[in-house]
């Protein structure tokens, strides 16, 4: 049997003043440990003193869905949440071949969980952040993912701030087992009474519902949320009303939604996560489109959605009803704008953070005060919104990812060049 090793590479610079980490391990042979190779990449917002917490952005099963989320931690648009709340933000890569059985891994408690845990470990003396390795946790999952978080709550519930379910929960998978069924995960996963505090987002796709392939992953999420919200879990339901099981525009829903949980639940210091008063957040019907503060809501609060705080509410709202949010804000201007003379003309490089709310959509090249270009020049997203660093189908840049640069060809140095951001929803910084 061969140990579990870990290659630990050079921090690297990334976009957005931050610093990016990386651990591989190969696959083990041994028992309760991961028969796949994994890898974890950590984005680390600069000059961070102390990480307060970990935003994990977990793939789906199968082997396109790792290959994307190799940019995870490069996401500009995450990178600002985690910038925003001293937290860390980390792509897990779990190197599934495509035919290879997902439970290998989705389940983690076959070694994903301490695969897991030893890469927050290792990340963190890696970093110089050691407190990694107890930080709490907000967890995202698509498909798979979503069904690694599901069982990983059973096990840690006390460390995991919030989830974000994408298209994916094992809770089906278990109930049958626990009825004594053939199903797909075992042993049966009992839920500790600790487990329903956690503040949860169901988000399946509204087509998804009655698909061939993939109906299990609305059934299922609709199932977890009565089961969860009959015990008192503080959950939502939240239908994407555009897409299938591909991930679409629900970042800018579940970014609002972290970004809610992480005011309500981390402290100033320790790891020790606040409990929620559910008594302060707002209601909605299961498959409604209007919420109201939980002391006016006049529905059976028992199979209601709960929603944190009143923004989310409204971007809740917006989500189920559009797929998307919306945004009034202009995106923050860039920064650190330079200019070099090439033999082809004169380069532009600049640097920029996300617009919390909406995203990066382009950025407008000024040269003495004309547009000259855009970058990118075209815009084009199969997935949602167009955005400057492309989305996949499971909410990661696109590869190679995109470079703040701009060549004015012929140019000649003197003028005077700006830059300009433009958000998801076209509104230009100033």
Request: glycine residues 10%.
């Amino acid at each position: 049997m061969r140990p579990l090793l870990a290659l630990l590479l050079l921090p690297l610079a990334v976009l957005a003043d931050g610093t990016k980490h990386t651990v591989t391990y190969p696959a083990s042979e041994s028992p309760g440990e991961l028969a796949l190779a994994a890898t974890y990449n950590l984005w680390i917002p600069e000059g961070l003193k102390r990480v307060r917490g970990v935003i994990v952005h977990q793939h789906g099963c199968g082997e396109g869905s790792n290959k994307g989320a190799v940019t995870a931690a490069d996401d500009l648009h995450w990178q600002a949440l985690a910038r925003k709340w001293d937290c860390a933000l980390l792509g897990p890569v779990i190197h599934q071949p495509e035919k290879a059985d997902c439970r290998l891994w989705s389940d983690p408690r076959k070694g994903s969980g301490k695969a897991f845990l030893k890469a927050l470990k290792d990340l963190g003396q890696a970093s110089g952040h050691p407190e990694l390795a107890e930080a709490p946790w907000c967890l995202w999952g698509h498909s798979g993912g979503g069904s690694w978080a599901s069982i990983l709550q059973a096990e840690h519930p006390e460390r995991i701030i919030a989830i974000w379910f994408r298209s994916g929960t094992a809770y089906a998978y278990w109930q049958n087992e626990a009825d004594g069924k053939p199903g797909r995960y075992g042993p049966p996963v009992v839920l500790p009474p600790e487990a329903y505090g956690i503040p949860m987002v169901a988000n399946p796709g509204v087509k998804e519902n009655g698909d061939k392939r993939f109906n299990g992953a609305w059934t299922g999420a609709v199932a977890m949320f009565k089961e969860y919200r009959r015990k008192g879990a503080p959950i939502a339901f939240a239908p994407d009303p555009l897409t299938s099981h591909q991930t679409g525009d629900q970042r800018y829903a579940s970014i609002a939604f972290f970004d809610a949980c992480l005011a309500l639940r981390l402290p100033e210091s320790g790891n020790a996560l606040r409990k929620i008063d559910q008594s302060k957040g707002w209601l909605a019907p299961l498959l409604g489109d209007e919420a109201k503060p939980a002391g006016a809501y006049a529905g059976d609060k028992a199979e209601s959605c709960w929603l944190p705080d009143a923004a989310f509410a409204k971007a809740w709202t917006e989500y189920v009803k559009t797929g998307a949010t919306n945004d009034s804000t202009p995106p923050p201007a860039p920064f650190h704008v330079a200019t070099k003379a090439l033999p082809e003309g004169v380069e532009v490089t600049w640097d920029a953070h996300a617009d919390f709310e909406s995203g990066l959509r382009q950025f407008l090249i000024k040269k003495d005060g004309q547009v000259i270009g855009r970058v990118p020049e075209k815009l084009a997203n199969p997935f949602g919104r167009p955005l400057f660093q492309g989305v996949t189908y499971g909410d990661t840049p696109t590869q190679p990812l995109a470079a703040m640069r701009f060549v004015d060809q012929g140019a000649k140095p003197g003028s005077k060049y700006e830059v300009v951001a433009v958000n998801s929803v076209g509104l230009e910084s100033r």
